[in-house]
Protein backbone atom coordinates (compact mmCIF):
# COMPACT_ATOMS: atom_id res chain seq x y z
CA UNK A 1 0.00 0.00 0.00
CA UNK A 2 1.25 3.49 -0.43
CA UNK A 3 0.62 6.06 1.50
CA UNK A 4 1.00 10.51 0.90
CA UNK A 5 3.75 11.75 3.27
CA UNK A 6 3.89 15.38 2.93
CA UNK A 7 8.25 16.54 2.87
CA UNK A 8 7.03 19.76 5.17
CA UNK A 9 5.30 17.87 7.70
CA UNK A 10 8.19 15.53 8.87
CA UNK A 11 10.46 18.51 8.21
CA UNK A 12 8.78 20.44 10.89
CA UNK A 13 9.02 17.45 13.61
CA UNK A 14 13.07 16.76 11.98
CA UNK A 15 13.73 20.22 13.14
CA UNK A 16 12.39 19.95 16.26
CA UNK A 17 15.33 17.85 17.04
CA UNK A 18 18.28 19.65 18.88
CA UNK A 19 21.13 19.94 16.92
CA UNK A 20 19.08 20.33 13.24
CA UNK A 21 19.79 23.70 11.38
CA UNK A 22 18.33 22.54 8.24
CA UNK A 23 16.67 19.65 7.13
CA UNK A 24 15.10 18.53 3.33
CA UNK A 25 12.81 15.29 3.52
CA UNK A 26 12.00 13.53 0.34
CA UNK A 27 11.15 10.26 -1.65
CA UNK A 28 13.85 7.92 -2.58
CA UNK A 29 12.54 5.77 -5.39
CA UNK A 30 13.22 1.37 -4.98
CA UNK A 31 11.55 -1.43 -6.60
CA UNK A 32 7.72 0.42 -7.26
CA UNK A 33 7.54 2.46 -4.11
CA UNK A 34 9.67 4.68 -2.62
CA UNK A 35 11.41 5.13 1.15
CA UNK A 36 11.49 8.65 3.12
CA UNK A 37 15.11 10.19 3.53
CA UNK A 38 16.35 13.04 4.76
CA UNK A 39 19.28 15.48 4.23
CA UNK A 40 20.45 17.59 7.56
CA UNK A 41 22.17 20.31 7.81
CA UNK A 42 23.58 19.93 12.00
CA UNK A 43 24.31 23.14 14.08
CA UNK A 44 28.10 23.99 13.74
CA UNK A 45 29.60 21.46 16.90
CA UNK A 46 26.25 19.27 16.97
CA UNK A 47 27.59 15.64 17.55
CA UNK A 48 24.10 14.37 16.71
CA UNK A 49 24.30 11.22 15.37
CA UNK A 50 21.57 9.16 12.53
CA UNK A 51 19.80 7.43 15.36
CA UNK A 52 19.04 10.16 17.40
CA UNK A 53 17.03 11.58 14.37
CA UNK A 54 15.51 8.38 13.71
CA UNK A 55 14.74 7.66 17.40
CA UNK A 56 13.47 11.13 17.40
CA UNK A 57 11.12 11.29 14.53
CA UNK A 58 9.98 7.44 15.50
CA UNK A 59 8.63 8.89 18.88
CA UNK A 60 6.37 11.73 17.11
CA UNK A 61 5.62 10.33 13.83
CA UNK A 62 3.26 6.94 12.63
CA UNK A 63 5.86 3.83 11.77
CA UNK A 64 5.00 4.65 7.69
CA UNK A 65 6.41 7.90 8.01
CA UNK A 66 9.91 6.90 9.53
CA UNK A 67 12.74 7.72 8.07
CA UNK A 68 13.60 4.15 5.98
CA UNK A 69 15.39 5.80 3.06
CA UNK A 70 18.06 7.33 5.20
CA UNK A 71 19.18 10.47 7.23
CA UNK A 72 22.29 12.03 5.54
CA UNK A 73 24.30 14.91 6.86
CA UNK A 74 25.54 17.12 4.41
CA UNK A 75 27.26 20.67 4.94
CA UNK A 76 24.66 22.85 3.23
CA UNK A 77 21.48 22.01 0.69
CA UNK A 78 21.67 23.04 -2.85
CA UNK A 79 19.57 26.35 -2.72
CA UNK A 80 18.99 28.79 -5.61
CA UNK A 81 20.61 31.95 -5.42
CA UNK A 82 17.21 33.38 -3.91
CA UNK A 83 17.49 31.28 -1.69
CA UNK A 84 15.01 28.24 -2.17
CA UNK A 85 15.38 25.03 -2.01
CA UNK A 86 16.46 22.93 -4.49
CA UNK A 87 14.87 19.59 -4.28
CA UNK A 88 15.08 17.90 -7.27
CA UNK A 89 18.99 18.65 -6.46
CA UNK A 90 18.80 17.33 -3.34
CA UNK A 91 16.91 14.39 -4.12
CA UNK A 92 19.55 13.57 -6.35
CA UNK A 93 22.12 13.95 -3.77
CA UNK A 94 19.91 11.38 -1.45
CA UNK A 95 19.63 8.90 -4.15
CA UNK A 96 23.90 8.61 -4.29
CA UNK A 97 24.20 8.47 -0.50
CA UNK A 98 21.70 5.84 -0.25
CA UNK A 99 23.04 3.78 -3.41
CA UNK A 100 26.17 3.72 -2.06
CA UNK A 101 25.19 2.75 1.59
CA UNK A 102 23.46 -0.41 0.03
CA UNK A 103 25.79 -1.11 -2.17
Known amino acids: M ?3 ISP ?3 EEVILKCPGVEAV ?3 GIPIE ?3 L ?3 LIVKVKGSLLT ?3 IYDFVASQV ?3 KNLRGGIYFVDKLPMTLTGKLLRRKAREI ?3 FYSRVKQ
Open 2 to 4: LFQ
Open 8 to 10: TEL
Open 24 to 26: CVL
Open 32 to 34: LNE
Open 36 to 38: IGA
Open 50 to 52: EKE
Open 62 to 64: IDY
Open 94 to 96: AIE
